[in-house]
């Protein structure tokens, strides 16, 4: 309820705008801000946004924070990383454009048997993934199954199947998918999963395609994937 009608005030040198959140205690009970969750956003932010300082300050406990990344996607693949042994010493770093958007993906297998996907739309975590997580599994495996059926390495299977699932694909893997579209679609109001249909076909020609020239052009990096995801089969 304004207390007042708007008035113009004295001319000023400063400029920006001031957001505040203030819960209403007669419908939210016990709710408060937690700093650790705030601190985890921010520092995700700053690696998806390369030489952007965010700054956090604490007035409970007076601690300032900041957090400030040149190094981007292979900068927070790093960070993800930390405590797994990886199966190859250099991330996978690919960029691609579709005809609905763009993408930047950072990757990288290791020893660990979890499957780390972390996925973005204009800096919005998607949690659930959506049809771009989807594309991306989808051109990794086909990938890894083109690359494995051309070199001798597993004899093809009638069509439609695949040696190496995408179960076997993704395994030990922790990566990070960046998009930037205009006007995103998602299944909720939290934007928790991206349902933009033609991106997955879109994402996974693309990874298809670059995954595969990598693998074509660096023996080593995919004698390590491959041979991963062909132990994990």
Known sequence: VPKNPLTRGAPSVESGTYIRFLHDHSIFEGV????????????ELAFLHPGVTLELTNEKSGQPQSWCYDTGLLGFLEHLDSGRAPVHDEPVHLRGVTEHGEFELALRWTSDYGEHI????????????????????????????????????????????????????????????????????????????????????????????????????????????????????
Do not use: C, F, W
């Open 118 to 233: 972390y996925s973005y739309v204009n800096s919005t975590r998607t949690i659930h993934g959506g049809t771009h997580v989807a594309g991306l599994r989808a051109g990794l495996t086909r990938a890894l199954n083109d690359y494995a059926i051309q070199n001798g390495l597993v004899e093809p299977l009638e069509e439609g199947n695949d040696y190496i699932t995408p179960l076997d694909a993704l395994e030990g893997l922790t990566g990070v998918l960046a998009v930037q579209m205009e006007a995103p679609r998602y299944e909720s109001q939290t934007k928790s999963r991206l349902t933009v249909a033609a991106l997955l076909g879109e994402i996974e020609s693309a990874v298809t395609n670059l995954m595969g020239s990598l693998l074509g052009q660096d023996s080593r990096l995919a004698a390590a994937i491959v041979g991963r995801a062909l132990d994990a089969s």
């Open 32 to 43: 408060g801000v937690d700093p650790e969750v705030i601190a985890l956003r921010l520092q």
